[in-house]
């Protein structure tokens, strides 16, 4: 019996380690096949490249222009295109390809509705700058969901997840730590781009407040890279790792209290639902969207509105202030929320419109 194998075609920005977790789901759990075009050293922004997985192929975007995507369409014969948003052109000129074809097309965006006049203009013209190249658009929560439902897409054109964590290996942390004797932590944990948009400044500035006015004796661990880096302030009780992968950030979790991302803008905020899986409170601000799913107000962290530092100094203070029991409970039901989306999700999302 010769049966069909399920190919999908990926036509990608910068490949994360949340993209691969899915990838290698789908390969080993359908014995397909993924060819993935990405984007060289010239244009990534981290350093992290992708481990080698049997039938997962990595291909450099700068070695193929529309004519050469169109080849390949041919060649490989993808079930599906999936496709990162709408930030090259040749990939839009490939899905009108492949949809011509008959060939469904996935597009990807985690912009938040906001009712802008971008998106006005975008809802005007959806039909040429988005209907048009996608069959269906995959988005991560509910603020997507809002804006792709503005733009015109049915209900059931509309797809999750489109991100997820690499939820079996933050879990493993979790059911390693879980029955742990309660102790005191040390450290508030930050991971992410250090920029201004990530709300770094405000929370360091709320760090050293609260500390030199002894309402905390926690530490603050910052991980990431980032054109804030030279601003964070240089003491003993703030420590700076630069960017590490996800099985060295894991090491460093014992010693945490609770992660807190006070994010100015933030579509989505993987790293809520990393954080989520491996048992960890969470303070986070309500512009990030992966609260909506990961952080449930005084049930296992704390909402806060963005670039409002006192309010993120009370957060803190807060959380700081749990016994090491309720710190823990506050930990097992971030695990629980972090159950809701899992990479075997995003595969049977795909394979539901391969039929």
């Known amino acids: 019996m010769n049966l069909k194998k399920d190919k999908i075609l990926v036509l990608y920005a910068e490949v994360m380690p949340y993209n691969v977790v899915c990838f290698k789901n789908f390969v080993q759990t ?30 450099i975007k700068s070695d193929f222009n529309a004519g050469k995507l169109k080849n390949l369409i041919n060649s490989f014969k993808p079930n599906v295109i999936y496709v990162a948003g709408r930030m090259e052109q040749d990939y839009l000129a490939a899905s009108l390809y492949a949809r011509s074809k008959g060939i469904p097309v996935i597009g990807t965006s985690d912009n ?24 269906y658009m995959m988005v991560p929560g509910l603020y997507q969901y809002e804006y792709m439902r503005y733009l015109g897409f049915k209900r059931e054109q509309i797809l999750f997840p489109q991100y997820c964590a690499d939820t079996d290996l933050f879990n493993d942390y979790y059911y390693e730590n879980k029955n742990v004797i309660p102790k005191k ?3 508030i ?15 360091t500035d709320a760090f050293v407040e609260l500390k030199n006015e002894s309402y905390i004796d926690l530490n603050l661990m910052i991980i990431g890279n980032g054109p804030l880096a030279d601003t964070i302030p240089k003491r003993s009780d703030i420590i700076h790792h630069s960017f590490l992968e996800q099985e060295n950030i ?20 993987l790293v809520i639902h990393e954080l ?11 512009i990030c ?30 959380l700081h202030n749990l ?14 929320l972090s159950t809701q989306i899992t990479p075997a999700l995003w595969t049977a999302t795909i394979k539901s419109i391969l039929g």
């Open 112 to 135: 938040q509705f906001s009712g802008n006049w971008k998106q006005k203009i975008s809802k005007l013209f959806s039909r040429y700058l988005w209907r048009r190249y996608f069959d």
């Open 323 to 336: 016994s090491g029991e309720e710190l823990n409970l506050y930990g097992e039901r971030s695990f629980h």
């Open 30 to 59: 359908t014995r397909g096949e993924i060819k993935v075009i990405c984007w060289g050293k010239e244009k990534k922004l981290t350093p992290y490249n992708p481990p080698e997985i049997s039938n997962i192929a990595y291909l």
């Open 185 to 187: 932590k040390q450290y």
């Open 250 to 269: 894991i090491k460093l979790l014992p010693e945490v209290a609770f992660f807190c991302l006070p994010s100015r803008k933030e579509p989505w905020g």
């Open 276 to 286: 989520a899986a491996a048992g960890i409170p969470i303070i986070a601000t309500t």
């Open 289 to 318: 969207g992966a609260s909506t799913a990961f952080v449930k107000n005084g049930y296992n962290g704390i909402l806060i509105k963005t670039c409002d530092k006192q309010l993120l100094k009370n957060a803190i203070v807060q």
């Open 189 to 203: 944990l930050f991971v992410g781009r250090l920029d201004t948009v990530k709300g770094l400044d405000i929370l």
